[in-house]
């Protein structure tokens, strides 16, 4: 049915990787291009795959992008690479002629940066060319915003309050480890809070907010509101939303080391001169942490992720929970990969997949939650991400 390629070959791309392999009949020929090669050969052996091909690109030099493209002819590039490489491979696809999915906003090197603005400003483009832009989808954003899309769709005249709730109640048994790539993760939580309420931005300190939230076959979990990108597509989506917020849980032990690193300075994105060599900070940092794609093996425990909405239908106001809860143990089983790589390819590929099937193609640049969720919701319980709805109960928020 269609040609995929897919950039990174991280914790993200791995899990991506194998679900397109399982989904044959729709992903027909499979290229995993990385800036280093030999990543992306040792995803295909442990797929056991050889028909899939892979290539090294740089995806910050849009020239080499435009030439793989121009070879492989893919019909959709799935960019897991790195935030900093978006716009660098939505103007390759421009160039050659290939439609775009991705998992996270585009953020200068420079900058710790939320916004949607850089992208959207292509929208135009991708829509005179025919080519059809999928921001955002992997869980959050991703899946948070198609939840949204659901409850609307099927449960609410208008949804007022918005709280999407992600708990990582999982144990990789490591002192201090991220889940996804570090300088990302560190950027985004030591940032200032901020969230929506009545037609405005409310600026907090860096995880001043905190409560405990009770999840799903987990318990109560200390919950943090942070920014969180999807939440300024999901409120110029459905105007209707009063307030919008977003938590996440994090241990004692966690938030003691960022402070620690804080602290010291090793959060730092800027240059600094050592040995009369240019190095930042926080890439050097990540080059000492745990590799998020090691992390799987002996990792227990579950992420459970969902909205919690409050709204009106007919009259009335309803309240409406929906959320998944991923095992750590069995998406290492299935792939190699922790729950929260696993949760992020799962929906990448069910992306590309509702492009390729036509349920998603629309030029122009396009978040998640504009797309009909209903053939995406269905493929989340086949792919390995089984959802859960729970009506008029307290939703804690
Ligand atoms: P990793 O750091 O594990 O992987 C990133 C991959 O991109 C690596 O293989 C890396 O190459 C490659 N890469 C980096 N720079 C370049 C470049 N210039 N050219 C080519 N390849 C490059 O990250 P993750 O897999 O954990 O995360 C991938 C993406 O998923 C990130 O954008 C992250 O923000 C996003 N994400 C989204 C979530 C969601 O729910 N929406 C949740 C978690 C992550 P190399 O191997 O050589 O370093």
Known sequence: MGRVLIIGAGGVGTVVAHKVAQNADVFTDI?????????????????????IKTARVDADNVDELVALFNDFKPDIVINVALPYQDLTIM?????????????????????????????????DRFKEAGLTAILGCGFDPGVSGIFTAYAAKHYFDEIQYLDIVDCNAGDHHKAFATNFNPEINIREITQKGRYYENGQWVETGSLEIHQPITYPNIGPKESYLLYHEELESLVKHFPTIKRARFWMTFGQEYLTHLRVIQNIGMARIDEIDYNGQKIVPIQFLKAVLPNPQDLGENYTGETSIGCRIRGIKDGKERTYYVYNNCSHEAAYKETGMQGV?????????????????????????????????????????????PWHEVFDTDLEV
């Open 341 to 385: 790589s696993y949760t992020t390819g799962v929906p990448a590929m069910i992306g590309a997949m509702m492009f390729l099937k036509g349920e998603w193609k629309r030029p122009g640049v396009n978040n998640v939650e504009e797309f009909n969720p209903d053939m995406f919701m269905d493929q989340l319980n086949k792919q390995g991400l």
């Open 31 to 51: 290229m995993i291009a990385s800036r280093t090669k030999s990543k992306c050969d040792d995803i295909v052996k442990a797929i056991g795959n050889p028909e």
């Open 91 to 123: 103007e390759a696809c421009l160039q050659a002629g290939v439609n775009y999915l991705d998992t996270a906003n585009y953020e200068p090197l420079d900058e710790a940066h939320f916004e949607y603005s850089w992208q959207w400003a292509y929208h």
